[in-house]
């Protein structure tokens, strides 16, 4: 197979293609390199013709390493195929790709890059257009200096007149660079991972919060901390009012879900898909130091159910996470798997990783699991299904995820709590209701174009998937959820919580910074009801992690000591009282009474402190809140990494399944 012709190869929007032979690059309409007719070199074209040996594509490699015979075997074969010598040689083993092109560079007396040297212009990703492969593919770099230099990654068939043209015309060969079309698409791949959304649609990118965005993205999230702080330290009525209204609202919600059954409603029917019609479909499995969990990963993922020519699996690796990727090879099944490595670059996220593997997907339909996750095998078929009897406009299916291995500790039982709660019982309800869902980070399953169209994953944010949730919905894309259930791995211990706990939180006000740059428009966009449904998840949460704490508070003080009770100065604060205390009432029923209902859904053991624990636990979101709020300013890309497999306890067999 040519190095041209892989999977994942240059694509639409990746790399500029020049088609006869290279002859735009040399004449790039007058912009850059200025030249005019550039003399032939008559001499060596002749010299070359007279000896009729080789062809140019692997004539500058005699004297390199490689013997004589084997070049004249390569032309043979070239020639009887109707390919190129180079190919041949390359696929075969003779010469590595590097190898080739750093030959080239020496030949054309030019700098050879690699990887890591490749800085594309800034604003590369508009400029771009599809390769043209038969003629070159050019990177514009950072320029230095005067004018713009140029990475080039020839194809064979313009050898020859690259090597014609940079040796005869000085000012070609001083902005010129030859790197390996490896290089070169990787290149592009990472800039578009990483620059891609806020380059095409910046309104949508959370690059310009913090970080890298300077002084003015870290004052915006500084005045958000000042403002939270403000409101606690200096208008706690109106917190604690504004919260009490949000409290009471988001708990009739929650027992309005409470007496959904967990059943999705059917969507419009059509035909199923024949074992002929099933789209390809990638899973993409973001990875990052989890060599231990890597052989019950690719155990897992055999297990699905899906036609095998049809599977794309990116198992996506950071390049310096050595460990990750020997464990990755040693288990790695057949071709349906692919290690795709992430360059360094940008920031270190999970979406940043998806964003580049999706360069080199080239499934329909695709979705997303975790290092620990075990899917139910028919879980893309079902999904399969849903899309294809479901709208044109069904853009996601989210699966339900759960925890097995809930009664290993405080920390698993109340996270199984909450996953029930949310997947078997809220979100159903919300997708039957065609409301906005808050998406969870895995098992979330995506029409290609769907993704494409909103922009993909921002790498910037740190809860991708509530973010690109709602720029799906905002352009016009449904999602529903689905009944099948992927098993997880809770956090064991505190630290462990805290740091996935602060992760969602950081991310969650992120999402929310982003979608209010304009709050006219995102009503447009989601209407009214969904409009409030993201006031509820994220206001309605930010504010009530705020005020749980001051009405602990309250309620601790009065039960030492009702004379260390602010005193109360008239109805303004009698209100004010009532409300908390009616709300403190409302939000701990209605969670109790949704979670009971979840738990007995997905047959969970839930202990009398389980209940008894939720104050504590919630005060500890808080805590995780505060923390997250801080860090929003300082490590705003800031990735905190949950460790894997160190849970005890999994189940592997008989698997508890919601009641249907």
Not at 201 to 225: D, I, K, N, Q
Not at 255 to 277: Q, V, W
Not at 432 to 441: I, Q, T
Not at 499 to 523: I, S
Request: aromatic content about 8%.
């Amino acid at each position: 197979m040519s190095v041209w012709s892989e999977p994942g190869g240059f694509g639409e929007g990746e790399l500029a293609g020049f088609s006869d032979a290279g002859q735009a690059f040399f004449h790039h309409e007058g912009e850059v390199l200025q030249s005019s007719k550039v003399r032939d070199d008559e001499d060596a074209v002749a010299a070359l013709l007279r000896e009729a040996v080789l062809p140019p594509d692997i004539g500058f490699l005699v004297g390199r390493g490689i013997a004589t015979e084997v070049l004249y075997q390569a032309k043979t074969i070239a020639d009887e195929c109707g390919g190129y010598a180079a190919d041949i040689l390359i696929e075969r083993g003779y010469v590595t790709s590097d190898g080739y092109y750093r030959a080239l560079a020496d030949e054309l007396g030019v700098p050879f890059l690699e990887l890591k040297d490749l800085k594309p212009e800034p604003d590369l990703v508009l400029k771009l257009t599809r390769a043209d492969l038969p003629g070159l593919a050019v990177l514009a770099l950072e320029s230095r200096g005067e004018g713009m230099e140029f990475a080039m990654a020839p194809r064979p068939a313009s050898i020859a007149e690259v090597l014609r043209r940079a040796k005869s015309d000085v000012r070609i060969r001083a902005r010129l660079s030859i790197a390996s079309p490896d290089s070169l698409k990787r290149a592009v791949a990472i800039h578009g991972a990483v620059h891609g959304l806020e380059a095409a649609r910046p309104e949508y990118s959370a690059a310009r919060l913090g970080g890298r965005s300077g002084p003015a993205g870290a004052l915006r999230a500084a005045m958000l901390v000042l403002m939270l702080a403000a409101l606690v330290v200096f208008a706690p009525r109106v917190l604690m009012g504004l919260a009490a209204a949000l409290f009471i609202i988001g708990s009739a919600a929650r027992f309005c879900a409470g007496l959904h059954d967990g059943r999705e409603h059917p969507l419009r029917r059509g035909k199923t898909p024949g074992e002929a019609d099933w789209p390809p479909y990638t899973v993409l499995v973001p990875l990052y130091r989890e060599a231990a969990v890597v052989a019950d990963l690719i155990a897992a993922l055999q297990r699905l159910d899906y036609p095998a020519h049809l599977l794309d699996i990116k198992l996506v690796v950071e390049e310096d996470d050595r460990e990750t990727r020997e464990a990755l090879t040693r288990n790695l099944p057949g071709p349906s798997f692919q290690i795709v490595v992430v360059p360094p670059g940008g920031p270190r996220t999970k979406p940043k990783a998806l964003s580049y593997a999706m360069r080199f997907a080239r499934g329909e339909l695709v979705t997303v699991f975790d290092a620990e996750d075990r899917p139910d095998p028919d879980q893309l078929r079902k999904c399969a299904r849903l899309f294809a009897s479901g709208p044109p406009s069904l853009g996601g299916v989210q699966a339900r995820l759960a925890v097995d291995h809930a009664q290993e500790t405080f920390f698993t039982r109340q996270f199984a709590l909450e996953y029930a709660t949310l997947f078997d019982i809220l979100l159903p309800w919300m997708s039957n209701h065609r409301l906005l869902l808050p998406l969870g980070g895995t098992s979330n399953h995506f029409r290609r174009r769907a993704l494409d169209d909103c922009g993909g994953w921002d790498p910037h944010n740190v809860t991708e998937d509530i973010d690109i949730g709602i720029r799906l919905v905002r352009d016009g894309w449904q999602m529903v959820t689905v009944a099948s259930t992927t098993w997880e791995e809770a956090p064991l211990t505190f630290s462990a919580w805290l740091n996935q706990r602060v992760r969602w939180h950081k991310g969650w006000l992120q999402t929310w910074l982003v979608h209010m740059r304009r709050p006219g428009q995102l009503w447009r966009d989601l209407g009214p009801t969904n409009f409030l449904v993201t006031v509820l998840l994220f206001a309605g949460t930010a504010t009530a992690l705020i005020a749980h704490p001051l009405f602990i508070g309250l309620v601790a003080l009065y039960a030492i000591d009702h004379k260390l009770m602010p005193q109360l100065g008239g109805l303004a604060d009698l209100t004010m009282m009532g409300a908390g205390a009616i709300s403190l009432v409302a939000g701990y029923g209605a969670a109790v009474f949704a979670m009971q209902r979840a738990a007995r859904l997905r047959r969970l053991r839930v202990r009398l402190g389980d209940w008894l624990a939720l104050p504590f636990y919630w005060l500890l979101m808080s805590l995780a809140f505060a923390i997250a709020v801080v860090e929003l300013v300082w490590r705003p890309d800031h990735w905190r990494k949950t460790r894997h497999g160190v849970a005890r306890g999994r189940l592997k067999h008989g698997l508890r399944r919601p009641r249907e």
